[in-house]
């Protein structure tokens, strides 16, 4: 057997046994001869050899990156991870937009006075000479990129990170495609024009393909050719593509899901000119450990439904409690996104890879255990002026959940709106339940079933790094403590999100006492007034009362009896 044909099937060999160990959590014995094996392949089919390929950190020494979407936030966590982990990186050009009358400078500046610039700013108090904004509009033809602009991004850009889109579920579907679909193209044809582009990294979702349940890291068929459905749409009014959506996005649950998975069909269009990587991250949550645990800046996904449930406004959730909760902190996402960049430029892999970067395949974490995670959290560090003391429950019951809704939700927000409104207040908390609603509503898809993800490329990713670079990029989410991580994460939501300070607990535990004692005490007017109007007045009602207060009281003596013979 010659040479080829033997390192073929030692890797093969290796490979299937590896994943296998890494689905299970086992030891990585034999990560070390998979790796040698595959680099031996790599050297015959003329990659880079084991010998010259740089680390990850000394590959982007000298570089020049471009980063769409760098103001939301895993963006931001990018462009801080770079700085901070790759100080020998030459420059990041950031496309930026203009935005509620701040200009592109105002909204740069504003960002990297963010705290999560603060370790990169002890290290580099002059971090910001190496951030280029450049201004762009995604809506527009060309990105409205200017040509002066163009000239320098084709003369020096090496590595492209494509992190911008639009992530609401409810976008209408002509903005999403414009946002998703149509920017990405054009994203590409700028691309190409790069003289020194040596990896474009795209940014899509797990879910892309969430009409599957087994989901491998491959790029499936679109659900429509994506220039079909652009001219079509292009001659539509918004009226007639609202009522056409539905059949469009077909099995899919909105057109977020729909129009990325038409952006990875684009983007794998161009796998024969660039040199492509696909990171399809599930749901992105609060930083694991860098730059700090638990940091977040926004109420997306999770994070708002935990501060809803910490204020004491959620009462009810519509999810299964056994279904897996698939999150992924946002630096393990960063990380595995800047490992993929130095991955693709340096082996230059003659199709576009995908990388599932998910969790529930390999340490997995159920909602119920979630609920009960958050609600310890924030009774142990509440939230400041709480509505109510936390107490959420999930049922993936329709009619409980409804139930719920009208005892737990609306009676309380018409109770409260009416006391507003006799003391000259405007009425808000029926307002706030009803937003809450549609935004929980938007969940329940992604909360009341499970999926199954391969992750072999996101494993053999891991096996190709060095160990320092394991260490410095770390995105093996077995090592994920979940009970820490949620703690972290309610603790994030509380000090960078809702800018609450951690001194202030006590008054907040406070509060908690004088919310509870008001709830024992309309416990108890209700119990006296339900007694006047209805048992008082009954016979029956008498006898049934009194009938279930003595079985009460003879269950209370048998126990204590129990109780003390088994002592």
């Excluded at 708002?304 to 897996?324: C, E, H, P, Q, S």
């Excluded at 969790?359 to 959290?377: A, L, R, Y």
């Excluded at 406070?510 to 007045?537: D, E, G, M, S």
């Amino acid at each position: 057997m010659s040479t080829v044909g033997s390192d073929f099937l030692l890797l093969s060999l290796i490979s299937d046994r590896l994943f296998t160990d890494l689905c299970e959590g086992r030891d990585l014995d034999g990560l070390e001869q998979a790796t040698d094996a595959q680099t031996r392949l790599t050297d015959i089919c003329g990659g880079a050899t084991g010998s010259s390929m740089a680390s990850v950190v000394e590959y982007y020494a000298g570089k020049n990156v471009l980063i769409t979407g760098a103001t939301g936030f895993m963006g931001k966590v990018l462009v801080e991870k770079l700085l901070r982990s790759c100080p020998e990186v030459k420059a990041l050009y950031i496309l930026v937009r203009p935005k509620a009358g701040q200009s592109m400078q105002q909204r740069v500046s504003d960002m990297m006075k963010c705290k999560l610039f603060d370790r990169v700013r002890e290290e580099n108090p002059d971090f910001h000479q190496k951030i280029i904004p450049i201004s762009s509009e995604l809506t527009q033809p060309g990105l409205a990129i200017s040509p002066e602009d163009v000239e320098k991004l084709t003369a020096c850009i090496n590595i492209v990170f494509h992190c911008a889109a639009t992530i609401r579920f409810d976008e209408p579907l002509k903005h999403a495609l414009q946002l998703n679909v149509i920017a990405t193209q054009q994203l590409l044809s700028l691309a190409q024009q790069m003289h020194h582009l040596e990896a474009f990294i795209h940014i899509s979702t797990a879910y892309a393909n969430c009409n599957r349940k087994h989901i491998d890291e491959v790029i499936y068929p679109p659900p429509v050719e994506p220039k079909k459905l652009i001219d079509s749409l292009e001659w539509m009014d918004d009226g007639i593509v609202r009522d056409i959506t539905p059949r469009l996005i077909g099995d899919r649950p909105n057109t977020y899901t729909y129009t990325k998975a038409l952006a990875e069909y684009v983007v794998q269009q161009e796998q024969d000119k660039l040199n492509i990587g696909i990171i399809r991250p599930s749901i992105v949550g609060a930083s694991w450990q860098e730059p700090f645990p638990g940091w977040i800046d926004n109420f997306n996904g999770p994070s708002g439904v935990f501060i809803a449930a910490g204020k004491g406004i959620l009462r009810t959730m519509r999810a299964n409690n056994d279904a897996v909760a698939d999150l992924i902190p946002v630096d393990v996402v960063i990380n595995l996104t800047l490992a993929a960049g130095w991955y693709t430029a340096v082996h230059r892999p003659k199709t576009a890879l995908v990388y599932n970067c998910t969790t529930g395949s390999i340490n997995p974490f159920h909602w119920g255990e979630i609920e009960h995670h958050v609600m310890s959290s924030f009774k142990r560090n509440p939230l400041e002026q709480a509505f109510r003391r936390p107490n959420a429950n999930i049922t993936s019951n329709y009619l409980i959940n409804q139930y719920w809704i009208l005892v737990s939700h609306k009676f309380p927000a018409f109770i409260y709106d009416l006391f507003l409104r006799l003391s000259g207040q405007k009425p808000q908390m029926m307002r706030i339940f009803n937003r809450l609603h549609k935004a929980i509503s938007l969940l329940e898809y992604f909360s009341s079933q499970d999926w199954e993800w391969n992750s072999e490329n996101m494993s053999m990713l891991m096996g190709q790094l060095t160990p320092e670079d394991r260490k410095t990029f770390n995105f093996d989410v077995r090592q994920l403590n979940w009970p820490e991580y949620i703690e972290n994460y309610c603790i994030g939501t509380k000090k960078y999100v809702l800018n609450e300070d951690m001194s202030d607990i006590p008054a907040a535990r406070q509060h908690l006492r004088k919310l509870r004692n008001i709830r024992y005490t309309f416990n108890t007017l209700l119990i006296v007034f339900i007694w006047r109007v209805f048992i008082a007045r009954s016979q029956m009602a008498r006898n049934i009362w009194y009938f279930v207060v003595s079985l009460c009281f003879k269950f209370l003596s048998y126990f204590r009896a129990s109780s003390t013979l088994t002592i």
